[in-house]
């Protein structure tokens, strides 16, 4: 079946510690996206990307880092620098071109801070 | 900017009845989609429903619709004989046709079912 996977469910991290979340499609989609959910709160983009080696920050970039190396892949990575990762984040993805087709979504990753 | 209200934070309704989500919509751009996701507890989101911006007629999916005014500039989704698996977070969400692929979320409605 194709879709999105997205490991670890649950992730842990230590103050000054970067963690990265993998998000990995097998949906042949060009673009890719990661949002943050808060409790009770919508989903906020952080980045996202419509080709292999291009990425565009979205609205709560900082403190985050992505990279596309790879169609299938589109990992996020959490630096230290981000002062209040515990969220749930969630990667996406869509087929670049038409516009109505929708995003697909994987099951999550609830990171907390140590 | 584009930007997404859902005025509702939590709806009950009871069982096999019918219930409106409102969501209204502000963009200056003539192109454009609305999406419907639910995600239930377990946290996925589940695509639901679509409609765009030049589309006739309103969207409907098996016992969603979607309520399409667009003078008004709002997609409220509307369940017909709501499920106790209906209860769930319901998000409306635009993507822009001059945007690329930029979607943004409203902030969502608790919808919850009772027997």
């Known amino acids: 079946d194709g879709g999105i996977t997205q490991s670890p469910k649950y992730l842990f991290r230590k103050e000054g510690q970067n963690v990265t979340l993998s998000c990995e499609q097998n949906l042949n989609h060009d673009a890719m996206y990661w949002y943050r959910q808060d409790p009770g709160q919508g989903l906020r983009l952080i980045y996202y990307?419509?080709?292999?080696?291009?990425?565009q920050k979205g609205d709560i970039a900082e403190g985050y880092s992505v990279s596309r190396e790879k169609k299938e892949s589109f990992p996020l990575t959490v630096t230290s620098a981000q002062k209040n990762p515990t969220a749930f984040y969630l990667c996406?993805?869509?087929?670049?071109?038409?516009?109505?087709?929708?995003?697909?979504f994987g099951d999550g990753t609830r990171l907390s801070i140590l | 900017a584009q930007k997404i209200t859902q005025t509702q934070p939590g709806m009950f309704v009871q069982e096999k009845e019918a219930v409106t989500l409102d969501c209204t919509y502000d963009?200056?751009?003539?192109?454009?989609?609305l999406f419907w996701y639910k995600q239930p507890s377990s946290g996925e989101m589940i695509f639901l429903i679509y409609q765009g911006s030049y589309d006739q007629q309103n969207a409907t999916e098996g016992r969603y619709s979607l309520n399409f005014q667009k003078a008004r500039k709002s997609a409220n989704l509307v369940i017909s004989a709501s499920q106790l698996g209906d209860s769930a977070m319901y998000f409306c969400?635009?993507?822009?046709?001059?945007?690329?692929?930029?979607?943004?979320f409203g902030a969502g409605t608790r919808l919850f079912v009772k027997a």
């Open positions: 969400a635009m993507r822009e046709g001059s945007g690329g692929f930029k979607t943004i």
């Open positions: 963009t200056s751009d003539p192109s454009y989609g």
């Open positions: 996406a993805s869509s087929i670049g071109m038409p516009g109505h087709q929708p995003q697909h």
């Open positions: 990307s419509q080709i292999v080696n291009d990425f």
